[in-house]
């Protein structure tokens, strides 16, 4: 019998953004594992996987999602190795499928990577793949309502975990910029984007699909969560100029 592992993409927050293929995918797995910050809270993942399946087969998975990158990364590293111990020990005594549900896609900046990495050094005869989902960038372009990229336009999708130089080289390179994980360094984002002139098409947009969603333009975003993507469009001429 197959014995694999699913990352399935549950979109950025909103149920109905949920996949077709996703979701007989959740319903067939024999145990759908959901990222969790603690064991008796359920996280936004979980909330769209519930939202959709009849079965309860599933299972929280602590992860160290919220912890910083500048910090002893010890509790993250403990993390995966648990997830992934559970899962392998889950796949052994089960055999079968077992699925990982991730906000957005699992291929973008997703704990499923490091999961699936682990996953197999543990276990090596098992199959690994993923079923794709929207991603919090694209959620954002539509809440904002603008187009994202046009013609030759470059798009960047960078995370702010470090410093923030990458973020002045895409804003100077031009086209779209969106960054991920700003929330924490808000204001000095903030200065960077006015510093480029782009502060007036700059955009902030907060638990996307969930009932606190908050679109507000970047220069009027004074604090932000997690859960926070920031788009900042580049200056367009006429209908097809970018082309
Ligand atoms: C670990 S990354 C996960 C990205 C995800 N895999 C994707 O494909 O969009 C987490 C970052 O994604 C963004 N994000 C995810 N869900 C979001 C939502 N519902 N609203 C706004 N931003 C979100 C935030 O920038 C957050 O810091």
Redesign the pocket.
């Known amino acids: 019998m197959t014995v694999e592992l699913i990352g399935i993409?549950v979109g950025?927050?909103?149920p109905d953004l949920l996949t077709v293929a996703a979701v007989r995918e959740l319903s067939a797995a024999g145990r759908v594992f959901v990222p969790v910050m603690a064991p008796d809270t359920p996280g936004?993942a979980e909330a769209v996987v519930r939202a959709h399946l009849t079965h309860d087969r599933i299972e929280r998975l602590v992860f160290a999602?919220n912890d910083g990158v500048d910090g002893p990364q010890r509790r993250r590293h403990d993390c995966w190795d648990a997830a992934a111990t559970r899962l392998v020990a889950y796949l052994r005594e089960h055999a079968g499928s077992a699925a990982f549900a991730?906000?957005?896609?699992?291929?973008?900046?997703?704990?499923?990577g490091y999961l699936a990495q682990t996953v197999r050094e543990l276990l090596p005869g098992v199959q690994i793949r993923t079923v794709p989902?929207?991603?919090?960038?694209?959620?954002?372009a539509s809440a904002v309502g603008l187009t994202l990229v046009e013609g030759a336009e470059p798009l960047t999708l960078l995370?702010l975990t470090r410093d923030l130089e990458t973020l002045d080289d895409a804003l100077a390179r031009g086209g779209a910029v969106i960054?991920?994980?700003?929330?924490r360094r808000l204001a000095q984002l903030r200065e960077r984007v006015a510093a480029a002139g782009a502060l007036d098409r700059a955009w902030c947009?907060?638990?996307?699909?969930?009932p606190h969603?908050r679109i507000t333009p970047l220069a009027h975003t004074h604090t932000a969560g997690?859960?926070?993507?920031?788009v900042v469009l580049p200056p367009r001429g006429g209908r097809g100029a970018q082309l």
């Open positions: 993409g950025p927050g909103d936004r999602l991730t906000l957005g896609d699992p291929s973008m900046y997703s704990t499923f989902g929207i991603t919090a960038m694209q959620a954002a995370p960054a991920y994980k700003g929330g947009a907060e638990h996307l699909g969930t969603e997690y859960l926070s993507t920031v």
